[in-house]
């Protein structure tokens, strides 16, 4: 099947910093991303959708200027926790859909600790 | 608004026992779903899709089934072992939206098979 990268695995932040997680898929290309948080003993929840070359769209209640996505290319989307809070601290995954045969794929997930 | 329930939220089973995961959700109109397996801080691995137009797919030990009039979808694991011990994910994809609209998860069963 199609892999999917995330980078870093963890990371450990003090708050208030901005943290950077990569999403590549690595044999097909990718014109929608979509980026999931998972807090413990909890389902995945999605945040955003992101096309390669426009504006992400963010699901209601999540904060466009705190989470930061880019795709800007058929292979690769970032996203930048702003200003990191405690609160933030969660299992980040990403998922990239294969445009040729129209199926999702998932990252292996970020680990994101503020301290 | 498309919502996925899971039964149970929990299972612990002995080794060899078949058993049966459910899910539900409540809008028909499914582009497909999907069952995936989360292992403790792992990302997701694809287990079985299902087409809105089948009725079920099959993978070794694994048979998933699909109702869509009714809303439902159950996941069949026979013979199960200890390595199956895991946290099941559904999730169904509307028809709504670009290719087929965005995944929705359920809650997750959690499984833990006893030697």
């Known amino acids: 099947g199609a892999v999917v990268s995330q980078h870093p695995s963890w990371v450990i932040c003090k708050s208030g910093t901005s943290v950077k997680i990569e999403c590549r898929s690595l044999?097909?290309?990718?014109?929608?991303m979509f980026w999931y948080r998972q807090f413990p003993k909890q389902s995945l929840m999605l945040m955003a959708t992101s096309n390669e070359g426009s504006k992400a769209t963010y699901e209601q209640g999540v904060e466009k200027d705190k989470f930061l996505i880019n795709h800007a290319s058929l292979t690769l989307s970032t996203l930048t926790v702003t200003s990191a809070h405690p609160e933030d601290s969660s299992f980040y995954i990403c998922?990239?859909?294969?445009?040729?045969?129209?199926?999702?794929?998932f990252g292996p997930g970020t680990r994101l600790t503020v301290l | 608004k498309q919502e996925v329930t899971q039964i149970p939220a929990a299972l612990s089973v002995p080794e060899g026992e078949n058993l049966v995961l459910n899910c539900s959700f409540t809008d028909s109109a499914i582009y497909n779903l999907q069952w995936f397996r989360q292992d403790p801080g792992k990302g997701l691995t694809s287990l079985l899709l299902?087409?809105?137009?089948?009725r079920e797919q099959t993978s070794g030990r694994l048979n998933a089934s699909l109702d869509k009039s009714s809303g439902r979808s159950t996941l069949y694991i026979a013979a199960s072992q200890p390595g199956d011990s895991a946290t099941y994910l559904c999730?169904?994809?509307?028809?709504?939206?670009?290719?087929?609209?965005?995944?929705?998860f359920g809650q997750g069963t959690e499984l833990s098979v006893k030697p």
């Open positions: 044999d097909f290309q990718a014109t929608t």
């Open positions: 998922s990239a859909r294969d445009s040729g045969i129209n199926e999702q794929f």
């Open positions: 299902i087409q809105s137009s089948q």
């Open positions: 999730a169904v994809r509307s028809l709504a939206g670009n290719q087929g609209g965005k995944l929705i």
